[in-house]
């Protein structure tokens, strides 16, 4: 298969949507990260999904709109608490789990009773949406396992060969995946964090809570409920290790694994906030942001970066899990798979 990637206009818009309509997959921009979609309605074309992706079964996908009258497709209804939640917040990056209705293939769900839907607002993706006459299931257009894409090129990068089109829309401005809310257990509970952070949630839901599986592994034997739950995620070829503390004393701790992998003749890049890089000298470092939201926007592509470079370790500085600090440290623990050292010693989170 050859994959083309096209220019963002209107004759390219159709042709994408044409190849959806036809049963196939085809790459597009969201605001959080790549997509990679097909009819959400038809079980043999999101099986293209999984196959492009090397996707787990047991994973299950998001379904995107355009239209609030799609949901009568998808779901068999929907409470006060998402009425209120999609008024609030779609278009936008939250996603939210809701009874599933009897039109959405198992495959979509992964065997769940329940279904994940969202309204992206990058106006490309509701433009596709809309001409392609369909929901349209669409997780996140890379290779099962890796880091997520937030350019056109990171998705030729991974899926070369193995999708037909790709729609070229830019970066990506959020930069990691969608909120993703289950309002089907009672109380309502965050099982990924994204762009709409728990503080925004809490103030139309004050009882939303934060499952244990964002931030340590999912437990032996559960239920993957949501993307993001169960396998290793966001995971570049390089050795992951989120480094915790705070000033002087994380510094220390980095600057020592960092020297060590030297010694042993091992490529190692720091990843660290704006304003930290100073604290590692000449070692290479990569500077992801000034806060929260600039970090977690750059640093799939900062793990995309470092295995360009070959590098063979990564040390992430571990930051508060306030606003989108919560996202950020979700990625960067899957993509570590949960190794994790503290200042003056070291742990595996499990």
Not at 99 to 104: L, M, W
Not at 170 to 184: I, K, R, Y
Not at 295 to 310: K, P, S, T, V
Request: charged share 20%; proline share 6%; with cysteine.
């Amino acid at each position: 298969m050859k994959t083309e990637v096209l220019p963002l206009d209107a004759a390219s818009l159709e042709r994408a949507a044409l190849s959806l309509r036809a049963g196939e997959v085809a790459a597009f921009p969201t605001e959080t990260v790549y997509g990679l979609g097909a009819d959400a309605l038809n079980a043999q074309a999101v099986g293209k999904i999984y196959a492009a992706k090397g996707r787990p079964a047991d994973n299950p996908l998001i379904v995107h709109i355009a239209e609030l009258g799609d949901l009568d497709k998808l779901i068999t209804g929907a409470d006060a608490r998402a009425r209120a939640l999609m008024g609030a917040f779609w278009p936008g990056p939250l996603t939210l789990i809701l009874p599933r209705g009897s039109r959405v293939p198992d495959v979509v769900s992964a065997g769940l009773d329940t279904v994940a839907v969202r309204m992206p607002s990058h106006p490309a993706a509701l433009a596709l949406i809309r001409a392609a006459g369909t929901p349209l299931a669409a997780p996140s257009a890379n290779r099962s396992g890796r880091p997520s894409p937030t350019t056109a090129a990171h998705v030729l990068a991974d899926m070369d060969g193995r999708v037909p089109l790709i729609l070229d829309g830019g970066a990506c401005s959020v930069g990691v995946e969608s909120t993703v809310l289950d309002l089907t257990r009672g109380q309502a509970a965050i099982l990924r964090p994204g762009g709409v952070t728990l503080e925004m949630l809490r103030t139309l839901l004050p009882e939303v809570r934060v499952d244990e599986a964002v931030l340590r592994p999912l437990a032996a034997g559960g239920e993957a409920r949501s993307p993001g739950m169960k396998h290793r995620h966001y995971a570049p070829a390089a050795r992951v290790i989120v480094v915790t503390g705070g000033g002087e004393a994380r510094a220390a701790a980095i600057r020592g694994r960092y020297d060590a992998a030297a010694l042993e003749g091992q490529r190692a890049v720091i990843l660290c906030q704006a304003g930290h890089a100073a604290l590692y000298g000449d070692r290479k470092a990569q500077v992801l942001g000034d806060g929260a939201g600039e970090m977690a926007a750059n640093l799939f592509a900062a793990l995309r970066e470092a295995d360009a470079q070959g590098m063979e370790l990564i040390l992430a500085e571990a930051i508060q899990t306030e606003g989108m600090g919560l996202a950020l440290m979700n990625r960067l623990l899957r993509a570590a798979d949960f190794e994790v050292a503290e200042a003056g010693g070291c742990q595996n989170s499990e």
